[in-house]
């Protein structure tokens, strides 16, 4: 059953009449005429009504014009999903069907509520949450896309979206009518596959996930004249719970992603081992969480938006981005983590998104469903990967250089491996070999036992590869940087910077060679590598942030 059908009151709760009072000091009064909009699906969004009297009919609306209502709402009840924690555009229109009297609450003191009011906000946040989630579940309110499911740029969309918690639609043209005319119209050439049909009713033909958010308003607008307290390039684990603790505690936090939010992590199918959660959760709903929550305190978030650069002669901090104008801050924390690590095989850059795959969500466990896979790879998150697709796949053969899993992968997982009867661990074995079909997918996988030098090939069409990360610390070549001899950053006493008048300053354990510059979670030479010491080191370094930007840091006599 649906979030809708299953938790339909939490969704749509009534106020009382005391929380209602409770709610006027932060709010304004508005009137609608009967027919008139509230908000409008692709329109930034005022922040929340809460309604007083008359009746709003909530719908969703695509960008080929259908309309599919949702819900009526009546006094006593309000209006608004996530979107209006940040003003991004709304996902759904809302008019009035009657005369509406409705107390309306900006965004800006939407997240004061659910501060200063606890228990009001906690049941605010549960409906704004689940009611996302309703949006997620039916694929209302955000893009059309059109094409194949089994084309590999309709995945790399569906998996962009996915992972940044938006809804979408997918329409196959060999089944779908309006689909078809679509791409006869604005889609000859099969190059320009798939379509995008935003809920403006703007079409993109095979966009890039910039291009689709920009068409979405996903990127805030722009403010070439702030300067913050703290940017944190990432949002990842770490990236995430230092915009949470950060702008938890006042300061005022801009977060960049080149992706999506929950970085490495947010593409586990379960996490088992993080404090807290003893069924587990996906790395997904943990950083969707995390997510939330730092747009609860206020943080900014930015995505897509690539950090390209660091100017750290400039005094703020100046941030280049690939796209919009520069970001200043007083501090900025390098949270950029790793960038997957590629086998050497001639032509495995080809058939990138075309069979071969660095995650496994359930958009690529359906390519292989009743098919042999290869997964390469052994440490927790290619054991996590395994188990998941093991309930898709006829067949896994697990792939890894060692003699075993005991000395990169928890316990747990060698266990649950081992008793999963479509997965076979193949040790001391790689891949030697990548062979196509002529539309450029992959159709067979040749690989090596390293000591016999056996060579086995299959007809294998995915291959999933899980075999660690390089340091995402190429942005930062023009700022001094210390990094260490793989390119993670260094931080602490040995590289410590000097002050303004060239002595010694106190050592901060998390800053790295420049001063201002903090470096936290996968990304920092000598941390661990795993979820809940990425979320550590994300919050510990709010403390250092606090000395360093109130001067309490300063040189050591």
């Keep these: 059953m649906s979030t809708y059908e299953t938790r339909h009151d939490q969704m749509f709760p009534k106020l009382q009449a005391a929380e209602i009072d409770r709610l006027r000091r932060f709010a304004e009064l508005r009137r609608f005429a009967a027919g008139e909009p509230l908000f409008s699906v692709g329109q930034p969004t005022p922040g929340m009504f809460v309604l007083l009297e008359g009746v709003v009919s909530v719908a969703s609306r695509d960008g080929l014009g259908h309309v599919i209502p949702i819900e009526e709402l009546g006094p006593r009840q309000f209006l608004g999903e996530i979107a209006q924690l940040s003003g991004r555009p709304s996902l759904v229109d809302a008019e009035a069907r009657s005369a509406v009297e409705a107390l309306l609450i900006s965004s800006d003191n939407l997240r004061a509520v659910v501060i200063a009011e606890a228990e009001l906000g906690e049941k605010i946040m549960r409906a704004l949450i689940l009611r996302r989630v309703a949006l997620i579940e039916n694929g209302a309110g955000g893009p059309l896309l059109i094409g194949s499911a089994m084309s590999p740029d309709v995945i790399r969309l569906q998996g962009f979206l996915a992972r940044n918690g938006y809804p979408h639609q997918l329409c196959d043209p060999a089944e779908d009518h309006d689909a078809k005319e679509l791409v006869d119209r604005y889609a000859p050439d099969p190059a320009d596959l798939p379509l995008a049909v935003c809920p403006n009713g703007a079409v993109l033909k095979n966009p890039g996930e910039v291009d689709l958010a920009h068409c979405l308003g996903m990127t805030p607008a722009d403010d070439r004249k702030r300067i913050y307290d703290v940017a944190v390039v990432g949002a990842g684990p770490a990236g995430l719970a230092t915009a949470v603790y950060a702008a938890s505690e006042g300061l005022s936090v801009i977060v960049l992603d080149e992706r999506a939010f929950g970085g490495q992590a947010g593409a586990s199918a379960r996490i088992e081992n993080y404090l807290g959660f003893p069924t587990g959760i996906s790395g997904q709903a943990l950083a969707g969480r995390a997510f939330v929550q730092a747009q609860k305190f206020g943080a900014e978030i930015a995505i897509p938006v690539a950090a390209t650069r660091l100017d750290c002669a400039m005094t703020p901090l100046v941030l280049g981005v690939a796209e919009g104008p520069d970001v200043k801050a007083r501090a900025v924390v390098v949270a950029s983590g790793a960038r997957y690590r590629r086998p050497d095989i001639a032509n495995l850059k080809q058939f990138e998104g075309r069979g071969v795959w660095y995650w496994a969500s359930p958009i690529e466990a359906r390519m292989c469903r009743n098919d042999e896979v290869v997964l390469v790879g052994g440490g927790n998150s290619a054991g ?118 060239g002595k010694a300053a106190q050592a901060l354990p998390l800053q790295s060679s420049v001063r201002g510059v903090f470096a936290v979670g996968d990304v920092r030479s000598g941390s661990v590598k795993r979820v809940g010491g990425a979320i550590g080191e994300g919050a510990a370094v709010v403390a250092q942030l606090h000395l360093f930007l109130s001067g309490a840091h300063g040189s050591v006599a």
């Excluded at 649950?416 to 159709?443: P, Q």
């Excluded at 007809?459 to 660690?468: C, K, V």
């Excluded at 995402?472 to 002050?499: I, M, N, Q, Y």
Aim: glycine share 10%; aromatic share 8%; proline share 3%.
């Design 384 to 501: 996590q990967a395994a188990v998941f697709l093991s309930g898709f796949a006829a067949k896994i053969w697990m792939l890894v250089r060692r003699d075993g899993l005991a000395a990169t992968m928890s316990r747990y997982l060698i266990d649950r491996i081992g008793a999963t009867a479509n997965i076979e661990l193949l040790t001391e074995t790689e891949i030697v070999a990548l062979e196509g079909l002529t539309d450029g997918r992959l159709a067979r996988v040749r690989w090596r036992h390293l000591r016999s030098g056996l060579e086995t090939e299959k007809p294998i069409r995915n291959i999933f590869l899980f075999i660690g990360a390089d340091p995402a610390t190429l942005w930062l070549r023009d700022c001094g940087v210390a990094l260490d001899g793989k390119g993670f950053v260094r931080t602490g006493p040995e590289v410590a910077p000097s002050d303004a008048s």
